[in-house]
């Protein structure tokens, strides 16, 4: 029977990162159901412009391209903090697609409701990464 070696360092802040990260994935999700809850319960319209609307998508561009960077920096480094990081900021990328798609559709069509319920489904996205970050 071999001995299993007590963990490093490393592992030590590799593993208390992660927990932090799950952390984070679990108070985004209450916030944003919270959000969104009150947002719908009370018909809270908010207003749109052009110049948030374009701000947003480049927000969007930024925050794919800068998850898809950690991701890969991420694997060619071994690092799997860094890998989750890159998880995190992908759904930083799709929170604001849910805002865009919201404010485009409030934009045109007078959907108010669309951006609260957008962020709703980025709830169970987040919930998955979080179970997969304690599970693991």
């Known amino acids: ?26 108070v985004l999700d209450v916030y944003l159901t919270a959000q969104s809850l009150l947002v719908l319960v009370t018909g809270y319209r908010a207003g749109h412009s052009v110049p948030g609307i374009a701000w947003t998508a480049v927000t969007a561009a930024a925050m794919f391209a800068l998850a898809a960077g950690k991701a890969r920096t991420g694997k060619a480094l071994g690092n799997p903090v860094l890998v989750t990081e890159g998880r995190v900021t992908l759904v930083d990328g799709i929170l604001a ?39 693991a």
Request: proline residues 6%; glycine residues 6%.
């Open 1 to 26: 029977m071999t001995a299993t070696p007590p963990p490093t360092r490393a592992s030590r802040s590799a593993a208390r990162a992660l927990r932090l990260i799950g952390g984070a994935f679990l």
């Open 97 to 135: 697609v849910a805002v865009l798609a919201g404010l485009a559709l409030n934009a045109a069509a007078g959907w108010w409701w669309a951006d609260p319920a957008a962020a709703l489904v980025i709830v169970f996205y987040a919930l998955r990464e979080a179970r997969e970050i304690f599970l």
